[in-house]
């Protein structure tokens, strides 16, 4: 049986990650290596009782000190800059990528495709598309991970984290719970399955189950009463939700907020936290009324009538 060292490089991270960690290995490694080689011949070299010459020792060597302050410094600096750059790259996922809910919880993982399809430990994915994550946790902390394509993401209770990828080849590559979340959290696997777009929207097509996720919001929205509310040309008694997704409000302290989904959570479920300017704090809250799915469902409601 073939142990691979690195595990395949499955997206357009895996091999900028692989670079940066072999070269800060052969750094740190060079390093290591002169350290050791100087100490060991000094060692021997200056060892009681050997007849080396001592004398004309070298207190101070400005030259010497700025060597070892300026290269060291320039190759941290440079390790840190590549290294920004490619966090920068992970942490801004594209615009137009294809959006998943994930929903983590012990122990599996559950997996919401926007046109309906639902899955647990299995993701399907086309390559050659970026794809969005955004993710939360039912109970604990947990770690989505996948190696072959260089990415892991906590999932945490309470508020949505992303993190995005663009797988590069078909195939089957393991997923991973990386954060211990309790009894069964080695058995937190599972598999993503890229696919050539061609046979992903193939499987889309034969998994199509009932609405799209952004139909069932709705269908909730109206069942939940909010549409009584908020009424899409702003006469209601709370905001206009039309288009203010990723748009910013002011707030009714003065203060402004970008809509997002970590906004619209709260505001779901602590309504009264931060009220838009010029609206009353008259909106119950829907703790314990709406199940994690159901909160996915409702924001991807709300960020589909900002996307004509
Ligand atoms: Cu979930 Cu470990």
């Avoid at 690195?6 to 960690?21: K, Y």
């Avoid at 207190?59 to 190759?75: D, G, K, M, Q």
Wanted: proline share 6%; with cysteine.
């Amino acid at each position: 049986m073939e142990i691979p060292f690195f595990p395949e490089q499955a997206s357009t991270f895996a091999a900028r990650v692989d670079n940066l960690l072999l070269v800060l290995l052969a750094l740190s490694g060079l390093i290591t290596f002169g350290v050791v080689m100087a100490i060991l011949y000094f060692v021997v070299k200056y060892r009681r009782g050997s007849g080396a010459d001592r004398s004309g020792a070298i207190v101070t060597s400005n030259r010497l000190e700025a060597a070892w302050i300026f290269i060291p410094l320039l190759l941290g600096l440079g390790v840190y800059v590549w290294a920004a750059n490619i966090y920068f790259d992970m942490k801004r996922p594209p615009e137009q990528a294809l959006e998943i809910s994930v929903i983590g919880q012990q122990w599996m993982w559950k997996f919401q495709h926007p046109d309906g399809p639902r899955e647990i430990n299995e993701l399907h994915v086309p390559v050659r598309r970026p794809v969005k994550l955004v993710m939360t946790s039912q109970d604990v902390i947990h770690s989505l991970y996948v190696p072959a394509f260089r990415i892991k993401q906590d999932a945490l209770p309470g508020r949505y984290t992303n993190v995005w990828f663009e797988a590069t080849r078909p195939g089957q590559y393991h997923l991973f719970c990386a954060e211990y979340c309790g009894t069964e959290h080695a058995a937190m696997t599972g598999t993503v399955i890229a696919q050539e777009p061609g046979a992903y929207q193939q499987w889309l097509r034969d998994n199509a189950a009932g609405p799209t996720v952004a139909a069932s919001g709705e269908q909730l929205f109206t069942e939940l009463g909010c549409d009584s509310c908020h009424l899409a040309d702003d006469s209601g008694r709370g905001p206009s939700l039309v288009g203010i997704f990723g748009e910013e409000v002011q707030l009714s302290g003065g203060e402004t907020i970008t809509v997002d989904e970590n906004y619209i959570r709260e505001s779901i479920l602590q309504p009264r936290a931060r009220i838009v300017a010029g609206y009353r704090p008259i909106m119950p809250t829907f703790e314990g009324q709406v199940s994690e799915e159901e909160l996915m469902m409702l924001i991807t409601y709300i960020q589909s009538l900002s996307e004509e």
